[in-house]
Each structure stands twice: as C-alpha cells, then as structure tokens.
C-alpha cells in the first residue's frame, strides 16, 4: 500500500507541472498572435480632414498603405477631391515622414523633382518653384503653367506632425480657382498620435508581455527537470512466521545430560 500511495503522488505532482506548463504555452500562443496587429494599428495613418468650398466633393481615395510612396517604405494613401463645376482637382498623397523636418532647400528641391518625373513634357515645366507657408507650415512648391488650356498644375511638399504631405492641384488660370485650392490645402488637419503626440507603446507593452511568459514557461520546464529524480522503487513488506520458542528448562537439562 504505501509503494502505490508514493507511486500515485509522483504521478499527480508530475500531472500538475504538465498542466502549468500547457497553460503557459497556451497563454503565449494567444499573446503572440495579438501581437501582429497590434503592431500594425500603431503603424496606422488616419486620413487627413479638410474644408471643402461650394461645388467641390471628394471623387476618390486609396486607405494607407495602399498607395504609392515618396519614402515611407510601407506606401502611402490618398485623397481626391474635384470641383464639379469646373473640374479643377485637389490630390492629396499623405504617407508616415521619415525625418521630423525638411530644409527650406530640401522641400524646394523635392517639390521640384516630383513635377519633372511626373508632369513635365512639351508644353508643360517649372514655371515657378521655392517655400511658402501651407497648412501652418514651411511647404516647397513647384509649379506649371500650360498656355494652351489655361491651367496651373502646382506639386507642395510640407511635412506636419508625423506626416508627410505631397499635395497635386490642377486648376483653371483664374484667381477663384487659384483660392479653392489654397483653401483647402490651408485647411488640411490631422488628428491622433501621428499629429504629433506621444503613441501608446503597444509593441514594448506586447514585447514585455511575451518575454515575461517566455521566461516563465524557461523557469517552470528548469525546475521540474531540477526535481525530477529517479523513482526508486521500494521493497515489498513480507511477513514472516516467528522463529520458534526456546525448549522448557526440563528439556535442556535431559539434552545436555545426553551429550
């Protein structure tokens, strides 16, 4: 009895380690997993806002990352908003900036290369170019004027908060045009984390999480091996029959008188 009793609290305490190290690993199985999109949402852009002038409405849009990129290597997204009297045309490519400030130079210059990769051709080059105050910051232009229909197209360059900015405008050669569109690039805003404020440090939190269950699943697997000790097996109790009782004294006298 007492070898099965040693034997069935070996196996129970053994059963205990399985079961804390499963739900260990089980609870790191779960954390991991949370981990990716955690990560991503503090990766997230959340669209600019703007004012809109009468006639004009937003005709179309790409979600961040979707879009193509200036330098952010995970893509950019966008914002489309037309005049649907005229069809003059605001673009607003906004990505996450990569640096926290440009030289007035810098914006200049960048401005300048985006509208020769993209628009430049016969009729149409760099006109005027250099920086100027949008949205409440220090913004590169570039800007074009093409005298056979009578429109300006304009590429900006600004960084706000966290955001990188390239904004195309293609309108008519008139002043209305010219302030629709200054006004809505003056009334860009953003809002959250990438405004400028500090982001809740998710993936710290979620690294410290995992590592804290990592070490714990380390500790437990250790210790048990720590304790983990030969079962000895232990030696069945028999019983035996008691040796016989000594002769009378009567008995012993005749068997010695006898030898």
């Keep these: 009895m007492a070898l099965n009793g ?16 499963i739900a260990v690993v089980l609870l790191l199985a779960i954390l991991i997993p949370m981990a990716v999109p955690l990560t991503e949402a503090a990766t997230t852009l959340t669209p600019p806002t703007v004012n809109l ?6 005709s179309d849009s790409t979600t961040y990352p979707d879009g193509p990129s200036e330098h952010d290597p995970a893509g950019a997204g966008m914002l489309e908003y037309t005049d649907q009297s005229n069809y003059d045309a605001v673009r607003i490519y906004y990505e ?11 914006l200049r210059d960048e401005a300048v290369d985006i509208f020769e990769r993209i628009h430049s051709s016969d009729t149409l080059s760099v006109d005027q170019n ?11 232009f570039a800007k074009g004027h093409d005298d056979t229909d009578a429109t300006y197209t304009m590429e900006l360059v600004f960084i706000k908060g966290e955001y990188y ?3 195309n405008a293609y309108y008519d ?10 006004s809505i690039v003056n009334s860009i805003s953003i809002s959250g984390a990438a405004a400028g404020g500090e982001p809740f440090p998710w993936l710290y939190v979620i690294i410290g999480v995992v590592a804290a269950v990592i070490v714990i699943v380390v500790t437990v697997v250790l210790q048990a091996r720590r304790k983990k000790s030969p079962q000895h097996q232990q030696q069945a109790q028999y019983s035996y029959p008691p040796p016989p009782p000594p002769p009378p004294p009567t008995q012993q006298r005749a068997a010695r008188a006898l030898s």
Excluded: E, I, M
Aim: a positive charge; glycine letters at 8%.
């Design 6 to 21: 040693s034997l069935t609290r070996s196996k129970g305490k053994r059963t205990v380690k399985k079961q804390r190290v």
């Design 53 to 58: 002038p009468n006639h004009w409405q937003q």
């Design 96 to 106: 996450k900036a990569q640096v926290s400030s440009y030289t007035s130079q810098q």
């Design 130 to 140: 250099g920086t100027t105050t949008y949205a409440g910051v220090s913004a590169g």
């Design 165 to 167: 900015f390239n904004v």
């Design 173 to 182: 050669d008139a002043a209305s045009s010219q302030n629709n569109v200054d």
